[in-house]
């Protein structure tokens, strides 16, 4: 993966922001809502650069988890107003780019009509661009740069790394607040191995191709099946009394309701925590786990 772009950019002209974007959270949200606004009165399109893996992974050699999948990004980054994404592959070959360079092959080419940042932006090696060498670059290339300040919570910075570590807590109503959104998977139903059926709980499937930084029991919704959302209860990340190894992938059980999802794109929002995933000595005690898990859901939603 190198660049994404479209011809129509160089003779339309673009208003362009970039950073990780990783949860698109409310800080994120204002910041793509000023590129559309900008977009929109320059007639021009809305672009966000990004990057792929996030340049934290490259420098600190960790297994990284997201607060949502690459899909749901790109989703959610769309519903905030952005035309096109570009991604850029940050490897070694990025990391030694100098910030004067990055800016001639990745930026300037793109026909910029104004670019709008946050306040913690740095690029190039070693971190050494920022917003005021931008500008530099903006009055002799003709276009503005705008630096938004960072959007605060109760007098806190609003970070992905806050949000994170919040989910990796179970804290997801303190993260909802955060994101503007709940954490939500988004995919295609597939075929299961149909425990769940087996056990009196049929399960909606999708498989998580993204490694998340939340795993365990949770109160859902899923929008995609009906015309409102539907309650049910989950399960998110491995399976311990079936999975050798650490692949994530995501139950549903939907309260009251029969029906053949199969192939169907669905969204499945979490709202409450439950349980960590456990191992069980035998499936009557999972199942007597399962039974106290729905009754936990239909209690934070109400339902009993």
């Known amino acids: 993966m190198d660049i994404v772009r479209s011809a129509t950019f160089h003779t339309q002209g673009v208003v362009l922001t970039l950073g990780n974007f990783d949860g698109v959270h409310r800080g994120h949200q204002a910041l793509l809502s000023e590129v559309k606004k900008q977009a ?44 096109e994404i570009l991604f850029l592959r940050f490897n070694q070959a990025m990391a030694e780019l100098s910030a004067e360079r990055f800016f001639e092959k990745y930026i300037l080419p793109l026909n910029i009509k104004a670019l709008i940042l946050g306040d913690d932006f740095h690029f190039g090696k070693k ?124 139950e549903v059980f939907v309260f009251d309701k029969k029906l053949d999802a199969y192939g169907k794109k669905v969204s499945v929002q979490f709202f409450k925590k439950i349980r960590d995933m456990k191992h069980f000595e035998s499936e009557a005690q999972l199942i007597h786990a399962m039974q106290d898990d729905l009754h936990q859901a239909k209690l934070f939603f109400g339902m009993v």
């Not at 670059?137 to 806050?162: A, C, D, M, P, W």
């Not at 049929?202 to 919704?221: E, H, Q, R, S, Y």
């Not at 899923?222 to 989950?234: N, Q, R, S």
Request: proline share 5%.
């Open 127 to 250: 971190r050494a661009g920022n917003a005021a060498l931008l500008a530099q670059y903006g009055q002799k290339h003709g276009f503005g740069v705008t630096q938004l300040q960072t959007q605060n919570s109760e007098s806190v910075r609003i970070s992905s790394s806050r949000i994170r570590h919040l989910l990796m807590q179970g804290e997801l109503a303190a993260a909802h607040a955060l994101l503007g959104h709940a954490p939500v998977v988004t995919g295609h139903v597939i075929h299961g191995a149909k425990r769940g059926r087996h056990f009196g709980f049929p399960t909606l499937n999708l498989k998580v191709n993204d490694p998340l930084c939340f795993a365990g029991i949770f109160a859902v919704k899923v929008l995609g099946l009906f015309d409102e959302p539907v309650e049910g209860v989950a399960s998110l990340g491995p399976r311990p009394m079936y999975d050798k190894d650490d692949t994530q992938l995501l």
């Open 40 to 83: 929109v009165a320059l007639q021009a399109q809305a672009m966000a650069l990004t990057f792929y893996p996030p340049p934290k992974v490259y420098f600190l050699k960790e297994q990284y988890s997201f607060i949502h999948t690459f899909a749901d990004k790109c989703r959610l980054m769309h519903a905030a107003g952005i035309d």
